[in-house]
C-alpha cells in the first residue's frame, strides 16, 4: 500500500465519521414495518382411494377414485418489530398471516361422478424471529437503498376452516432484501424482501419438508 | 320393576351372493319408544359356546380355534373395548333362543346363498344384546388352512363378518359388485361388514378395514377414540330437500381410508365416526345396484334417484370433535 492510498483511506473514514448521525439506524434503534406477503405453494401428490379386489378380477387394488392434491399459493399480511443490536445486526420478531387453498382434483370414479376439484381455505400464522445483517448500501437518506439478508426460525400454526383443527410445525426461512428510504431523515421506508421457507410440520399429507417461496412488500418505520 | 321384554330381533344378517354394493358401517337398533338404541353388550366378556358337531375337513376344534382368531381380531382393535369367553363345546345348536350364544353349523340346503347368519335376543328397552348365535351353512365347502382352502370359503373370514353383527353392527356397502347367473359377484369391498363374501379361497376378510374399525369403536370406543377421532355430520339434499338413504364416504387422502354411513331420516342427515383429525372428502351415492333390505328394513324408503357426487369442500375433521353443517347437494338422474 503506498502512503497516498493510506491517506484516501483515512479521509474517508474521518468523512464517514462526520457524516449526520440521523441518516442511518444505529445501536438501540427500533423498526416496525407492515405490509403483505405471498407464501409459495406446494404439490401434495395424489392418492387413490381403493378397495381390495376379489379373488379372479384384474388384479391389483380396484380404484374407487382418484385425488391430486395440492396447497396453492397463498397472500397475507405480516408484521414485525426489530431491535438494531448495532447499526448492521438486528434482531426481529413478527407475525405472519396467510390463507392458502388446500384444492383435491378429484378423478376417475368407479360410479361415473362428475371430476370436481373440492377446497378447503385454512389459516396460516407464522410466529417467528431473526436475525437481520444490513449492508452498507447507498446510506440511509431520501432514495437511499440498504441491502441485507436475514434468517431465523418461527412456530407455524394452521387452522382449517372452522377452526376446529389445528396443525402445527416449525418454520426456518432466510433470504435478502432491500430497504428504500423515502424520507430524507432516514425514518421511513420501503421494504422488498424474498427468501425461502422451509415448513417442518403443520398441515401435509406426509411427513416431509417444504421449501416454498416467499416474497414480501412493507412500508418500515425507524425510531 | 318392569321385566325386560325379550325378543328374537328379526335381523337375519346374510352373507350371501345376492345383495349389492357401496359402502360404509351400519349399526343395527331396535325402536324404543320414539328413539333408536344401538344393539350392544353391555356386559364382556361375551360368553360363547360351540356346537359339538364338525363338518368334513373341519373338526369342531378347528373350527373354534378359527373363530377365537376372528374374536381376537376385533379385540384386537386398540379404539374399542370388546372381550369373549369360550365356555365350551355344547350339543345345542345356534338360532335356539335358549340364553347361550353359540356358534356351529347347521345344513341349511334351501339357504343355498347364505354362508352364514347372526341372530340376536335383544331386550327391546334399551337395546342390550343379550344373546346372540351365529349360523355357518354346512351345505358349502369350508376350509380352515392358514391359507386359504382351495374353492372352499374360509371360516375365519365368515366368522369375523358374523361377529361384527354379533357385536352390533350391520352391513357396510363399501364395495363394488357385478350381476353373474344367479346373483351378484362382489369385485372389490373395503369392508368386512360388505355383505356379500369374496370369492371361495380368498383370505383377505380376516383383515378389518378401516370401516370396520370406525364401527365397533362407535359402539365400544375407548376414551382414546373420543379424545383422538372426530365426525362428520351433515345432510344430503337435493333440490333442497333432504335425500334418505344416500350413502355417504368419507376418504382421509392422507392414509387412503374410506369409512361411511347414511342418511338415514327425511331430512337427509348423516353422520360418520370414527375419522382421523384431518381434511376429508366426502362422495354421495344412491343404493341403487343391489338389495336395500341388506342395509335397511323393508319399507324404508330409499331415494335412488339421484347422481354420484362429491362434495365441494374439503371437510376437516377435529380432533375430539366433530364438523358439522355439512351439505351435500346432489341432483336427480
Do not use: C
Not at chain 2, 333442497?240 to 338415514?264: C, E, I, N, Q, Y
Request: aromatic residues 10%.
Amino acid at each position: 500500500m503506498t502512503l497516498r492510498s493510506v491517506s484516501v483511506f483515512l479521509t474517508a473514514i474521518i468523512l464517514a465519521a462526520a457524516a449526520p448521525a440521523i441518516a442511518q439506524p444505529s445501536r438501540g434503534s427500533w423498526e416496525v414495518s407492515g405490509g403483505g406477503v405471498f407464501v409459495g405453494g406446494f404439490d401434495l401428490g395424489s392418492a387413490t382411494a381403493e378397495l381390495t379386489s376379489n379373488t379372479g378380477t384384474s388384479g391389483g387394488p380396484f380404484t374407487y377414485f382418484d385425488t391430486d392434491n395440492r396447497v396453492d399459493p397463498g397472500t397475507g399480511f405480516l408484521g414485525r418489530i426489530g431491535f438494531y443490536l448495532t447499526r448492521s445486526l438486528a434482531i426481529e420478531s413478527g407475525i405472519r398471516y396467510t390463507q392458502p387453498k388446500l384444492k383435491a382434483r378429484i378423478s376417475g370414479d368407479t360410479e361415473g361422478a362428475q371430476n370436481i376439484t373440492a377446497e378447503e381455505t385454512f389459516s396460516q400464522y407464522v410466529f417467528d424471529g431473526s436475525a437481520v445483517w444490513h449492508f452498507r448500501g447507498s446510506g440511509a437518506g431520501r432514495g437511499g437503498l440498504t441491502p441485507f439478508v436475514f434468517g431465523g426460525a418461527g412456530y407455524l400454526r394452521e387452522l382449517h376452516e372452522g377452526d376446529a383443527l389445528v396443525e402445527e410445525g416449525v418454520e426456518y426461512h432466510g433470504g435478502g432484501g432491500v430497504k428504500w428510504w423515502l424520507g430524507a431523515r432516514g425514518r421511513m421506508g420501503v421494504r422488498a424482501e424474498a427468501g425461502l421457507s422451509i415448513r417442518d410440520g403443520g398441515f401435509d399429507f406426509d411427513d416431509k419438508r417444504r421449501v416454498v417461496p416467499v416474497a414480501a412488500g412493507s412500508f418500515f418505520w425507524v425510531f | 320393576m318392569m321385566a325386560p321384554r325379550r325378543t328374537v330381533a328379526v335381523v337375519t344378517i346374510l352373507v350371501a351372493a345376492l345383495v349389492a354394493p357401496i359402502g360404509a358401517y351400519l349399526k343395527l337398533g331396535t325402536r324404543v319408544q320414539s328413539r333408536t338404541e344401538s344393539l350392544r353388550w353391555r356386559n364382556f366378556p361375551v360368553r360363547y359356546f360351540i356346537t359339538n358337531t364338525g363338518i368334513p375337513l373341519v373338526t369342531q376344534q378347528q373350527f373354534q380355534a378359527s373363530v377365537g382368531r376372528a374374536f381376537a381380531t376385533w379385540h384386537a382393535v386398540e379404539t374399542a373395548t370388546t372381550s369373549s369367553e369360550f365356555v365350551g363345546f355344547v350339543q345345542a345348536s345356534p338360532f335356539v333362543s335358549d340364553g347361550a350364544s353359540v356358534l356351529g353349523f347347521l345344513n341349511r340346503p334351501e339357504q343355498d346363498r347364505t354362508l352364514a347368519a347372526t341372530t340376536f335376543t335383544v331386550d327391546t328397552t334399551d337395546g342390550r344384546i343379550l344373546e346372540s348365535d351365529i349360523f355357518f351353512n354346512s351345505v358349502f365347502p369350508w376350509s380352515v388352512a392358514e391359507t386359504g382352502g382351495t374353492d372352499r370359503f374360509d371360516i375365519e373370514s365368515i366368522a369375523l363378518h358374523e361377529i361384527g353383527h354379533l357385536f352390533g353392527l350391520s352391513h357396510s356397502a363399501l364395495g363394488e359388485t357385478e350381476m353373474i347367473t344367479g346373483g351378484r359377484r362382489v369385485i372389490a369391498a373395503e369392508a368386512v361388514m360388505f355383505p356379500i363374501a369374496f370369492s371361495r379361497g380368498n383370505i383377505s376378510d380376516r383383515t378389518l378395514k378401516p370401516d370396520d374399525i370406525a364401527g365397533i369403536s362407535d359402539l365400544y370406543g375407548t376414551s382414546t377414540f373420543t379424545r383422538d377421532f372426530g365426525s362428520i355430520s351433515g345432510r344430503v339434499t337435493k333440490n333442497g330437500r333432504g335425500v334418505k338413504g344416500a350413502h355417504v364416504v368419507s376418504f382421509d387422502p392422507r392414509d387412503g381410508s374410506l369409512v361411511g354411513g347414511f342418511t338415514l331420516n327425511d331430512a337427509g342427515d348423516f353422520v360418520i365416526a370414527g375419522l382421523l383429525p384431518g381434511p376429508h372428502i366426502l362422495r354421495a351415492e344412491p343404493l341403487d345396484d343391489g338389495d336395500l333390505t341388506s342395509f335397511f328394513d323393508d319399507g324404508f324408503g330409499a331415494d335412488v334417484d339421484f347422481r354420484v357426487t362429491f362434495h365441494d369442500r374439503i371437510v376437516a375433521v377435529p380432533k375430539g370433535g366433530g364438523a358439522r353443517n355439512v351439505e351435500i347437494k346432489v341432483t336427480p338422474k
